[in-house]
């Protein structure tokens, strides 16, 4: 009985190990409101599929509901890996409809300003229960040694999630990858430009290396 047992559990093993690697893994792309997340998952998705997943804008909280694009296969060296990118709303510990008053009516800021909030609820369900890796998206030119960068970090590291750190827009002058490398030593930071499309071959290599 014990062996027959054994055997069972072997083959259960085996086969949830095909079907683990048969399905496309969920990564999440997140980060703080206008980091590049969307100009980052468009990319990616525009070199691998030759479609977009969203709209970009310099407008905080464009994105304010997950977008899903699915099956995108990266191809490196041999390795492969297929993802289902996520591309999250910026998450914040705090929306202020006033944030958005330069570029619209007050009616209107005010109704981003409530659906910028609901999306941070959704972003962060999704993180919660719904993906297999992280790509966390920083802007390079700005401090990364925030309240709601912290609490992300600490969340994914609670989950045990795979996580790879970009330092977005290094096209800046203001830029600095060494300040992200200090603020997260623990996890590897790689620099890029999601919008001039610097380093990308970088940014497959690793996705490819960590989530293949």
Known sequence: MGLFTELKDSISRARDRLFS?????????????????????????????????????????????ARRKENVE????????TID?????????????????DEMEEDDAI?????????????MHWLREDVDGVIYVLDSA??????????????????DLPVLIFANKIDLE????????DAFPQHKTVPLSAKEGDN?????????????
């Open 21 to 65: 690697e048969q399905e496309p893994k969920r990564i999440g792309i997140y980060g703080p409101p206008n980091a590049g997340k969307t100009t980052l998952a468009n990319r990616i998705a525009r070199d691998w599929t030759g479609d977009a997943v969203g709209t970009e804008s310099h407008i905080p909280h464009e994105t304010r509901r």
């Open 200 to 212: 990308m071959d970088e940014v497959y290599d690793n996705i490819a290396d960590y989530f293949g």
């Open 74 to 81: 990266i191809e490196r060296d041999g390795k492969s890996v």
């Open 85 to 101: 990118i996520v591309d999250t709303p910026g998450v914040t510990t705090k929306v202020d409809y006033e944030e958005f008053t």
């Open 111 to 123: 109704r981003r300003s409530r659906e910028a909030t609901e999306g941070v609820a959704e972003a």
């Open 142 to 159: 700005e401090d990364p040694i925030t309240q709601a960068n912290t609490m992300l970090i600490g969340i994914i590291e609670s989950r």
């Open 174 to 181: 203001e830029a600095s990858v060494k300040r992200i490398e």
